[in-house]
């Protein structure tokens, strides 16, 4: 009967999730069944998520946009330097703050002013006039430096440093490794899944962000992709203004609708193509790293 009723309920979770998943999904595939439909039905409201009137002039279109693939450069960019930074800075400054008080006296001090600025900022104008007083406006710098201190990823990597084994570190030491060989040959081999988490939280951070390219960017094409989807206006003019009988017929069959979600499905390529490598290595480092201070 116990096992009978346990089923049962497995079988109401296993529905519930897959509604879940459903509905968490159903915004990308109407993006994408919009984005191979064509304009009036498009425009009139009939996709759901089967695409109607099948046609690819909105992908057509981002091919032949050099200021998508331009943008979409500086997110690349973007995401390979901010990713970097964030995972140098992180280890550098959880492997001291995981040892207790009795090995790095002031260690609480710094912990309490760490999280004192992630709790607290000086607001958007200061943060505006810092950047443009260091010149970093309109330059890739202005777009990973101000956050190359991820204060939630130093904290979920400092709890799994302090799990490690403190016979592991005593033995390194045993052996004349200092600190930053312990650190190399020790900590960061054995923590590859909170590494792959942590890594999985900037680069997607980074690939998602729009705001800091819109003020942070005076010219268009520095913004990074993610701002320049969010600007995107299709200018009616264009069709008005083009004289080639190709270009006129092309753009007739496509809108701004249309448009954007091609290019919204082109931008999410990268991370669907990142995401399966660290996916496996996900839930084990939010677990071993879980916040426990």
Known sequence: ?????????????????????????????????????????????????????????????????????????VSVQRVLLGGVINLLVTVL??????????HFPGRNIYMWFVIFCMLFNGGLIPWYMTIN???????IWAL??????????????????????????EAAGMDGAGAWRTLVTIFIPISLPS?????????????????????????????PLQTYIQQLIIS????????????????SNMSSQLLNAAKVMVSMIPIMLIYPFLQRYFVSGIVLGAVKE
């Open 144 to 169: 990973v430096l101000p956050t190359a201190v991820p204060v939630f990823n130093v904290i979920l990597l400092m709890n799994f440093f302090k799990g490690v084994p403190k016979e592991l570190e």
């Open 195 to 223: 590494l792959a988490t942590v890594t999985l939280f900037s680069v997607v951070g980074h690939w998602n962000s729009f705001f800091d390219g819109m003020i942070l960017m005076n010219h268009k094409e520095n913004w």
């Open 133 to 139: 007083t260091y010149g970093l406006l309109d330059s």
């Open 1 to 73: 009967m116990i096992r009978g009723t346990s089923r049962t309920v497995d079988i109401v979770i296993y529905c519930i999730l897959t509604v879940i998943a459903f509905l968490s999904l159903a915004p990308v595939l109407n993006t994408l069944a919009i984005s191979f439909s064509g304009k009036v039905a498009a425009m009139s409201g009939e996709v759901f998520f089967w695409p109607v009137d099948f046609n690819l002039a909105a992908y057509e279109s981002v091919i032949r946009d050099r200021n998508f693939f331009i943008s979409f450069g």
């Open 236 to 251: 009616m003019n264009s069709i008005m203004n083009t004289t080639d009988p190709e270009e006129i017929k092309r753009l």
């Open 93 to 102: 400054m959880a492997y001291p703050l995981s040892k207790s008080n009795k």
